[in-house]
């Protein structure tokens, strides 16, 4: 069978952008330095790994090994839980530099991660990480850019757009052609990346290799459809420019644009326009709420006072040493209780405001594709903020059963009397301790974080619809000379 006048055309773009000695040095050097940062991101994530191991030990022997003591005393001790983020951290660490790694566990009060990357270096990393994501989100498409930007506006000035047409080359075989083998070759730049990514990730051995096949089988096309996007942005700007000089002045300003301006200004107005309070003025605010409701330390609270006078008359005695249960115990879980709810409650209204400023962000995807790549890759690399919201819901889920408990032991098996001076003290053994399970971080599963935010996949396929367009619009409005 005949090669086809488009199957040609393709061909000969592809293999002009590899022929090039310069092209391949380009490749060459890329590729370095994705191996580069995927080595580095694997060796910081082995070492990262290793030291959370190494310190969930020692938290758990410390609270195993703790003598006899009260109870609540133990609650107040805390705990303290450790997030280690995906594996595919080590291709896009997305925003895991940002936020916290630990938090405090401890009874009636709910503690925010800390330790992040970020907060302890430099501005360097405020700016940006080195990761592969980042050189194939970012310095990829300047590349294809700079390669691309005479495919049309050159090829016109030199006269073989008219030759190729008198050869029997419709306008529409051109552009797509261009178009195909400008995408075919910067596909180059992310074939080989991703099945060392995927063999790095397995070895770390901290997620099973389904979870992340699906998840790198699922970066693929989307990286793909990206690249797709760029191809045709530069081929249809180098068709509508009188010049190749022009075409690539707009290419860069537009790379400018979408890369670097839309993204940090999108950023600033989401956070505008859904303002979030700072650490210490939400903790104001729930402090202030939760002594409204009912402090549990505070004997004339009233909201306790009515809840003792209630046990007093239903069990028909005069003091609560009477009761045949632990009073203290039974004040302190209800005001786990209370206090839980509350913070819950203001949790879900931080939440909405941060959930705003990420849909706000998805939205935007629709008008600029970078913000739809960068987003829909974080998510498959489980490095997005709802991945690191579903750590907070553990390690608060783990807090408040572990609190619940240690008041459950303080009730059952603590007297109301209290200990007479020189008497034996109110504890209870040490091999209660041992008793409460050590908190196990799970990671979101892919599906789940795709559930809940299915925008960036949209994005993508709308703007894989925009690159129809815009070809066939470049192929209707070519002009040969």
Partial sequence: MAISTLQLIIRKTRQDLIKGRQNLLIIATVLLFCFLSIGVGFTKYIDTSSQIGKYRQEVREQWEHRPAKNPHRMAHYGYLVFRIGHPLSIFDNGLDDYLGNVIFLEAHKQNSANLSEAGSSGILVRFGVFSSAFILQCLIPLIILFLGFGLVAKDREDGILKILST??????????????????????????????????????????????ALRVLSILPAYMIYYFFISCFTV???????????ALVSLIGSWLVLVIFLPKGIQFVAQ???????????????????????????PDDPHFKKIKDSLLAHYRVVSTNELPFNYSGFVMKEGEKISSQIYLKHQK?????????????????????????????MIASGTDYYSYTEFQKQAEE?????AQKLNDLQIEKLSNIKPEKGGPPAIIEAENWKKIPDFN?????????????????????FWLVVCVFMIEMSSRNLKLI
Wanted: net charge neutral; proline share 4%; aromatic share 16%.
């Fill in 272 to 298: 505008n326009i859904y303002p979030t309070p700072s650490r210490i003025a939400f903790e104001t605010i729930l402090e202030k709420d939760i002594l409204k409701a009912g402090d549990s330390h505070n």
């Fill in 398 to 402: 783990f807090r408040y059963k572990m």
């Fill in 236 to 246: 249809f700007i180098s068709a509508n420019s009188k010049t190749a000089s022009s």
């Fill in 349 to 377: 209204e931080l939440g909405e405001k941060y959930y705003h400023q990420q849909r706000f962000s998805d939205v935007t995807a629709f008008i600029d594709p970078v913000i739809a790549i960068r987003n829909f890759s």
């Fill in 441 to 461: 971080y799970q990671y979101t599963s892919f599906s789940k974080s795709i559930q809940e935010q299915w925008m960036p996949v949209a994005a993508l396929l």
């Fill in 167 to 212: 050869q029997g080359a419709s306008n529409r075989q051109i552009t797509w052609g261009k178009v195909l083998g400008l995408w075919q070759f910067s596909l180059l730049f992310i074939l080989p990346v991703l099945p060392f990514v995927f063999i790095a990730a397995v070895m770390s051995e901290a997620s099973s290799w389904c979870d992340i």
